[in-house]
């Protein structure tokens, strides 16, 4: 069994990959740190896991983790990931961190979207975490930089439409809603239930920090540079994201031949289920599970291509394919601790 440590275990995807983990047969949660709750049982803190894990939460200490732990979750924010996992490596361990630290392979992009970087040493070396991209690479890797939620949804969704040139990349729209737990579980006053509820609105509109992140992956993908425009929308559910991208087709496709090309790019791929016209997208069919669906309608009328992608946030936009890498890293069945059927309704 490895023994995998889970630090910032007490936000949503550190809950998730609990959540996850207590059921992978070949893990073992050995240590969860929150450093608001040093002391607390997990599951006074979350009673979900009443009976799954005894674990009390401790204080981030890098040498006594690394004695207890094969295997680290880093489910911190933003420069704080960044302050430890050079740690946590130097120790010899292997880890997937789930913040933004390492995602981005140039540091002064980086600092431009969010601050000076402290460990730009390791931005080449990290591995961007989407499995069916990158899954090689992943299965070498020391560190993964687990992806944001929506450019899960987007990268995914456009990946091979980019790769077998089928579209104008200057003409990409992505237009993406969010469930309110993508905001994270700290008490912040746009995410409390009268603000959210019974509405709908755009946020960070041309500012959103995930922006980056996609043009940097959807141009490795292009093997030229592309530039998105991005609109985030919080809508008034839990979890779930639907993203919904627009771009011109460079010569008239029918909808079966643009399922063609992406059977054969995604293959047997586990985690990609590629829906009929007629059968389009939907939160509430991924809810809970690592599935990202995609669906996708020609528009002959604009010769414009319309995508469509739903994953969970929580599961294969973060805690879900954090252990899908975790899989790949250990040389395990991808597969493992994830074979959740989705919990429509």
């Not at 929506?150 to 969010?178: C, E, G, Q, R, W």
């Not at 530039?227 to 627009?246: A, D, E, N, Q």
Request: glycine share 6%; with cysteine.
């Amino acid at each position: 069994m490895t023994r995998v440590g889970v630090v910032g275990a007490t936000g949503y995807t550190g809950l998730e990959l609990i959540r996850l983990l207590s059921r992978h047969p070949k893990i073992k949660i050995a240590a969860l740190t929150a450093e608001k709750n040093v002391g607390q049982p997990i599951w006074k803190i979350f009673p979900s896991v009443m009976g799954e894990s005894d674990l009390v939460c401790q204080a981030l200490e890098v040498e006594s983790l690394s004695r207890t732990c094969d295997f680290i979750f880093t489910a911190l924010p933003h420069k704080a990931a960044m302050e430890v996992v050079p740690e946590f490596l130097e120790k010899g361990k292997k880890v997937v961190d789930l913040s933004a630290d390492f995602r981005l392979l140039d540091p002064q992009v980086y600092a431009e979207w969010y601050e000076p970087h402290i460990a730009p040493g390791l931005l080449k070396e990290a591995v961007y975490g989407i499995p069916e991209l990158h899954r090689e690479e992943i299965k070498k890797a020391r560190l993964v930089a687990n992806p944001g939620c929506y450019p899960t949804s987007v990268i995914l969704a456009l990946a091979p439409a980019l790769k077998n040139h089928l579209i104008d990349p200057k003409t990409i729209i992505a237009d993406s809603k969010s469930g309110v737990s993508g905001a994270g579980r700290s008490v912040v006053l746009s995410s409390m239930y009268a603000e959210v509820s019974e509405n709908f609105k755009a946020y960070k509109v041309t500012e959103h920090r995930h922006t980056p992140e996609m043009e940097q992956e959807l141009s490795r993908v292009a093997g030229k540079k592309i530039v998105i425009t991005f609109t985030p929308h919080l809508v008034p559910m839990k979890r779930g994201i639907l993203s919904t991208i627009y771009a011109t087709l460079q010569k008239p496709l029918s909808e079966k031949e643009i399922y063609g090309v992406y059977s054969k790019f995604y293959g047997n791929e586990k985690y990609v289920r590629l829906r009929p016209p007629d059968l389009l997208p939907s939160t509430a069919d991924v809810f809970g599970s690592n599935y990202c669906d995609l669906g996708w309608k020609v528009d002959r009328r604009n010769n414009r291509l319309i995508l469509l992608s739903a994953i969970d946030n929580l599961v294969k936009g973060a805690s879900g394919q954090a252990i899908q890498n975790m899989n790949l890293m250990l040389g395990l069945e991808e597969s493992l601790g994830l074979d959740l059927v989705p919990l429509y309704p």
